[in-house]
């Protein structure tokens, strides 16, 4: 079977750095995905990971462990523009996604 | 990246009605999927959408509510049947857009449904 974790919200400063864990379980696995979802909008893309460590992509960076069932994501200078919902993904059969239940950012000034 | 079209883009619907839901991609795509995102939740897939064959539903999902047509590669259609107020929710049309067999999903912006 297949279970996704992470927090349901989180609250920080606007210029702070942020992390938003994923812990998941599954009998196969096939990457981790990271997804924003503004509210009222469709979800975008944010991250892949399938290979273990760190991947940079400007103020956000997402790190895998394969071994341990484990994900996060980095949100560095954060911008009142972050508050958002963050989902963790990931594919299993046939590549259809599954998604955990998101975290729900809120960015004070 | 693949643009995606839905529509409508939202509805209020009468209960026991039934409303079909259109997307359109600019390209050829081989994965389609519908997704539901129920009031202050995550995402939750439907079905996979199959051109030229039955579509595949998930567990808690069957055709007679949800029936799906893909009748080409760059479209699709999802109905939902016989609406009741608990159906009030957002469907989202997503494709597989990443490298061959990563999974990454670009998503349309996504049906607003109100049951009455």
């Known amino acids: 079977g297949q279970n996704i974790d992470q927090p349901t919200e989180m609250t920080a400063t606007e210029g702070a750095i942020v992390q938003i864990n994923c812990t998941y379980q599954t009998s196969g696995f096939n990457g981790l995905f990271w997804y924003q979802q503004h509210a009222g909008e469709a979800p975008t893309f944010l991250s892949y990971?399938?290979?273990?460590g760190l991947e940079e992509k400007g103020r956000f960076s997402s790190f895998l462990s394969r071994s341990k069932g484990y994900s996060y994501l980095l949100l560095k200078e954060l911008q009142m523009k972050d508050s958002a919902s963050y989902l963790c993904a990931a594919p299993f059969v046939g590549n259809m996604l599954t998604f955990g239940g998101g975290t729900r950012l809120m960015v004070k000034p | 990246s693949a643009v995606i079209s839905q529509k409508p883009s939202r509805d209020i619907c009468q209960r026991g009605t039934s409303l079909t839901i259109q997307c359109q991609v600019d390209?050829?795509?081989?994965?389609m999927f519908w997704y539901r995102q129920q009031p202050g939740q995550s995402l939750t897939l439907i079905a996979t959408?199959?051109?030229?064959?039955?579509?595949?539903?998930e567990s808690g999902f069957v055709i007679d509510k949800f029936p799906i047509s893909r009748p080409n590669l760059t479209f699709s259609t999802l109905t939902v049947s016989n609406m009741s107020p608990e159906d009030s929710s957002i469907y989202l049309c997503?494709?597989?857009?990443?490298?061959?067999?990563?999974?990454?999903?670009?998503f349309g912006e996504g049906s607003r449904l109100t049951v009455l």
């Open positions: 959408a199959n051109q030229g064959s039955e579509a595949t539903y």
């Open positions: 990971n399938v290979l273990d």
């Open positions: 997503s494709v597989d857009w990443g490298a061959s067999g990563t999974g990454e999903l670009f």
């Open positions: 390209s050829q795509v081989t994965m």
